[in-house]
């Protein structure tokens, strides 16, 4: 069975953009938790949404490092790339741009045979019209020589 982890790629973008914005949202003076790293909490959304083991949410990260859509993985920092991916759909928008765009050359080549097809029949009744009138010239010009 193939997993599909688009839709766990683009959380984790997601994510990690929500967690910028929020860095400097406020200050916990007294917190009697102690603060997560970015990683940290990003993680832990990541495997209480989707239920991934860890080992699985480093192969993302890893998936999203080599795409250069972020930076670094420890500290987790997203890159510009990585932005500007998410803000035009993330790995689910490019998989849907990636169906249609196979579906329509599949179209384009379904219908380049069928064009194919009818100009070789063209094809050959000019062939077999060329060659009735070779052979009816070649008849008349004996015709003229021999009578």
């Known amino acids: 069975m193939e997993k599909n982890y688009n839709a766990e790629l683009d959380f984790i973008l997601e994510e990690l953009i929500k967690e910028y914005e929020n860095i400097n949202k406020g200050v916990r003076f007294y917190a009697e938790e102690e603060l997560l790293s970015t990683n940290e909490k990003i993680n832990l959304s990541v495997s209480e949404k989707f239920g991934l083991k860890d080992w699985e949410i480093n192969v993302l ?20 790339e990585g932005l500007v991916f998410r803000n035009n759909g993330g ?21 380049f045979r069928k064009y ?5 029949i063209f ?5 077999v019209g060329t060659l ?9 010009i004996y015709r003229y020589y021999v009578d």
Request: no cysteine.
């Open 116 to 120: 194919s097809f009818g100009l070789m």
């Open 91 to 111: 790995y689910v928008q490019r998989l849907i741009t990636q169906t249609k765009e196979a579906e329509r050359l599949e179209e384009i080549q379904n219908d």
């Open 132 to 140: 009735i009138s070779a052979w009816y010239f070649a008849i008349e």
């Open 123 to 127: 094809t050959a009744i000019v062939a």
């Open 61 to 80: 990260y890893y998936t999203l490092l080599l795409d250069k859509y972020i930076k670094s993985i420890d500290p987790l920092t997203i890159s510009l």
